[in-house]
């Protein structure tokens, strides 16, 4: 007893433990031992040190004498085993079928593929086992970071040579607000595709059978085509917004900015944190020797590279890639499962038949949220419809309140916005719904076929349901396969949640709190020059802003062609009187864009973290980013769409909502046994019912409180209080590339004298109205096909029979294949039609300006008589590399026209 009675007598009382539970034992008290003896000695040694300093000494001899790794692997208890009672829930020898049927007994090639799992003493396969080398995940990484930083530098060198975009903190963020609709459809779909699309899609399929993988794809496709009505509102309300915070602040002031702020916030941090979980634990699942800690900065290294090197335009490109390799993937998957080309003998199916014959002898568990008579081939399942209910209430606040959708919707011109996200969303639905159709149901096969789950619960919860179907049927080539899935999904939806994040700190936090340009700027004056747009009542005589557009100001073309000029890394600086504070105020936020990019892509390293050492799953995150924000949903809705809308209105929404719905939430959590103690509090919280009231409050309360506080605080409504409302929200404009500029060719006008010159509201909606009206048909039309005309016609059908599953499963696959043709031909098919016609077009420009040049007619800084620089010469000149040649030629022009007015000047005196 080591010279210690108290300690031996202990002992003496484990004998009856026996064999190595007592060796266990006695190894583990010797080490209390050695600790305590040595501690007994240091304490007597150190009489008079601080005790900060012994408490210091202490804790390293723990460290030493501690036999943990020091990694997250210490907080893990991994189940190696699955008990005979668990799996005797699933295992059957006859077929799960509609009652009144003659009960029948499975296919003689279930009962093969059962004998020969068990052939030879062959012990039941459990969990994913971790096959790929460190070496080659970690060439993987840099392969993927090295063609996306290509990528991004290919974005930024089209967008400077050929559109001549200028490289400022608007074009960073908005893409230069001409994308087609092919590549924001295709960002919309990589943007929705997180790690969780592919992975917890899987886990619910494996739970509820056929119903999980619909209730995924159609509980959150709905809200990406719902999104295209806030589109067109936001570019008939707000043209020049670059972030739906700065319509909420321009419309309800500072104190209500600040609280969606915090919304939106919470909103990037649950969405980094679900493809943070997601991807770490698939990746440290198939790698071997990859540590989580490595893992997370290896995801946030390749997000961070080519987002800072493009921008929001370089995730445009490197979307489609993404997207393009995703769906390829998929069908590479499919075809394995559902066709088997290659006769792999590791694959017990091949066809929908084989698919069906094992699904259809493996039940689903009796269980208070199970599914009728036991069948994963049936729509009827409990569970299955309360996640569609918690998905769709869930991704309503993802959506709404997530800036980076808000950020493609400012990134596209209006038509072309509406029809992306109305052609993403479709397109986006076959991921889920064919992934999840594929894997989850593969994976209820592959554990018929060996008679017992291959994932224990925790596992499955997780998301390994997919990775594990891979690594089985494609073996190494699947490993790689779901690598480069995750690898895609994270490098997406991160990077469009990283430049989500720095707009939001640069437009709304820096910009309007901590460096605003003029702090002083009060509501409808103008940003240069502090004199209002617009007559103001009882101030009809004052004087009104007559600051010019940058299109027509003259010092502003000499600045732009002298920066071109200077090869410095320095440029000159601006000489404009009018517009030079501001144009360096910009230069000054650009800096700090892309700090906030660095900072913003670093922090989700901790983050990632703390997530897996407090043991959050997947599916407790999917599950509460509803109650958090989904009352935040209603409000924003409002203030894009209703001039009623109050700032004590959309307050109490917000706040009400989701106050209400953390009460019922944890109170309903708080009935399970255990109740909320620490030891029971993530998987009682975790629960479907509590999940499903607290989502449907939190949605519910902040609808209700939203709108009836804003009818008590503003029952009269007039023309003229509506007229003011929208007129705060389209002074948010930008004066050196103002919204009226970019919208011209839709809105059929003119340059304007001054920046501020637009059209009325009246001109805007009517010229917006097609484009207003396909967004409400395609919402009205789909909400009604995927929650209320496709789930009811299946719950026509008890249990799916064979030729019932074959029809389900062709339409997800049939699904898919068009979904790839479409997202893989359109946006390339657009986008080199759109660079070959600028190419086309710049070059009539540059034949028309030497025309003009030879004919003698053309003068610097005015071409055509009325003061206007062309829009070539103007975007050219601000390009801040340009060639040679075109150096050249200003200059030549410049020389020439100088010594003709030296000329005309000396003749005149």
């Known amino acids: 007893s080591f010279g210690c009675p108290e300690l031996g007598s202990y002992l003496l009382g484990l004998k009856s433990v026996g064999g190595l539970e007592f060796v266990w034992e006695l190894y583990c008290f010797s080490k209390l031992k050695a600790i305590l003896k040595q501690t007994e000695e240091l304490l007597w040694n150190t009489m008079g040190v601080p005790n900060f300093c012994k408490t210091g000494l202490i804790l390293i001899l723990i460290v030493i004498q501690c036999d943990a790794k020091g990694d997250f692997e210490d907080f893990e208890h991994p189940e190696t085993s699955i008990s005979p009672e668990r799996i005797a829930q699933f295992y059957t020898e006859t077929l799960v079928q509609s009652a009144g049927k003659e009960e029948q007994r499975c296919s ?44 991004a530098q290919a974005f930024q060198m089209v967008r400077k040579h050929v559109y001549h975009d200028a490289d400022n903190l608007d074009t960073a963020f908005d893409a230069g607000g001409k994308v087609s609709i092919g590549l924001t459809a295709t960002t919309i779909v990589s943007q929705w595709t997180w790690s969780a699309t592919l992975l917890q899609s899987s886990t619910v399929a494996s739970k509820y059978g056929i119903s999980g993988p619909y209730w995924y794809a159609g509980g959150a496709t709905i809200q990406i085509i719902i999104f295209s009505i806030l589109s067109i509102m936001l570019k008939t309300r707000a043209p020049g917004a670059k972030t739906f915070l700065q319509v909420i602040k321009a419309r309800f002031g500072s104190r209500t900015h600040l609280v969606f702020c915090t919304f939106a916030f919470f909103t990037n941090l649950i969405v980094m944190m679900s493809l943070t979980i997601a991807g770490t634990a698939v990746l440290n699942s198939l790698v071997a020797d990859l540590s989580p800690e490595l893992a997370a900065m290896l995801l946030a290294s390749v997000i961070g590279g080519y987002t800072l090197i493009g921008g929001l335009g370089a995730t445009f490109y490197v979307s489609y890639f993404n997207t393009a390799l995703i769906f390829v993937l998929i069908l590479m998957l499919v075809v394995e499962v559902f066709y088997n080309p290659f006769e792999n003998p590791e694959n017990p199916f091949g066809s929908s038949e084989s698919v069906f014959e094992f699904i259809a002898c493996w039940k689903a ?128 939806t991160g990077s469009a949640e990283v430049i989500a994040v720095s707009s939001i700190v640069i437009y709304d936090v820096y910009q309007a709190y901590i460096c605003p ?172 019912l509590p999940m499903l009231v607290g989502n449907i409050v939190a949605i519910g309360v902040g609808a209700v409180f939203c709108i009836v506080v804003t009818f008590i605080t503003r029952w009269k409504m007039t023309p003229e209080i509506e007229e003011a409302e929208w007129d705060k929200t389209r002074d948010i404009d930008n004066p050196l590339s103002p919204w009226v500029a970019k919208y011209k060719g839709e809105l059929n006008l003119d340059d304007g004298e001054n920046f501020h010159d637009r059209p009325p509201l009246e001109i805007v909606i009517r010229k917006f109205r097609a484009a207003k009206i ?91 008589g009325n003061g206007k620089i062309p829009n070539g010469i103007q975007n050219q000149a601000y390009a801040t590399t340009l060639g040679s040649n075109k150096h050249e030629f200003i200059f030549q022009r410049l020389r020439n026209t100088f010594s003709r007015v030296i000329n005309i000047s000396k003749s005149s005196q």
């Open 108 to 151: 003689e090639n279930v009962f093969k593929a059962r004998a020969r799992a068990k052939a030879n003493g062959k012990k039941p396969s459990l969990g994913v086992q971790p096959t790929v080398g460190l070496g080659a995940a970690l060439l993987i990484f840099l392969g993927v970071g090295i063609f996306a930083v290509g990528i």
């Open 365 to 492: 568990p009796e269980e208070k949220m199970g599914n009728k008579g036991g069948s994963y081939l049936t729509f009827f399942s409990s569970g299955g419809l309360v996640f569609g209910i918690v998905n769709i209430v869930g991704n309503f606040g993802t959506v709404f309140c997530d800036q980076a959708y808000w950020q493609s919707s400012v990134a596209a011109k209006p038509l072309q916005g509406v029809w992306g996200f109305i052609s993403g969303g479709l397109t986006w639905f076959a991921i889920p719904f064919t992934l999840a159709t594929t894997m989850g149901l593969a994976y209820l096969g592959l554990s018929s076929a060996q008679g017992s789950p291959l994932l224990t619960e925790e596992d499955v919860m997780k998301g390994l349901a997919a990775p594990l179907v891979a690594q089985k049927l494609l073996g190494t080539t699947g490993e790689y396969a779901m690598i480069f899935l995750i690898l895609m999904a994270v490098m997406s």
């Open 517 to 688: 340009f003029k702090p002083d700027l009060k509501d409808g004056q103008c940003i240069l020059c502090s004199r209002y747009l617009r007559k103001q009542k009882g101030d009809e005589d004052a004087q009104l802003c007559d600051c010019k557009s940058t299109a027509k100001c003259e010092a502003c073309a000499s600045d732009t062609i002298a920066r071109a000029k200077s090869t410095s890394t320095v440029k000159p600086h601006y000489t404009c009187e009018t517009h030079k504070d501001y144009k360096e105020y910009q230069e000054h936020l650009l800096n700090y864009k892309n700090w906030c990019i660095v900072l913003c892509t670093f922090l989700s390293i901790p983050l990632c973290l703390f997530c897996w050492a407090v043991n959050l799953n997947l599916a407790w995150t999917y599950y509460f980013t509803g109650i958090l924000i989904s009352s935040s949903v209603v409000p924003i809705a409002v203030s894009i769409m209703w001039a009623r809308a109050t700032a004590t209105g959309v307050i109490f929404g917000v706040i009400g909502g989701c106050a209400a719905g953390m009460t019922c939430w944890l109170t309903y959590a708080s009935t399970y046994p255990g109740g909320l103690s620490l030891a029971t509090f993530v998987q009682n919280t975790g629960e479907e």
């Open 774 to 864: 396909t967004a409400y048909v395609a919402a009205v039309l789909f909400t009604l096909l995927f929650v209320c005309i496709w789930p009811g016609s299946m719950l026509s059908i008890d249990i799916l029979d064979l030729s019932g599953f074959n029809v389900w499963t062709t339409m997800s696959r049939g699904w898919a294949f068009v979904a790839a043709a479409f997202i893989i031909i359109v946006p390339m098919y657009q986008e080199v039609k759109a660079i070959l016609k600028q190419i086309t077009q710049n070059k009539k420009d540059k034949l028309t300006e030497k025309e003009n040049y030879t004919n003698g007619d053309s003068q610097p800084l005015q071409h055509n």
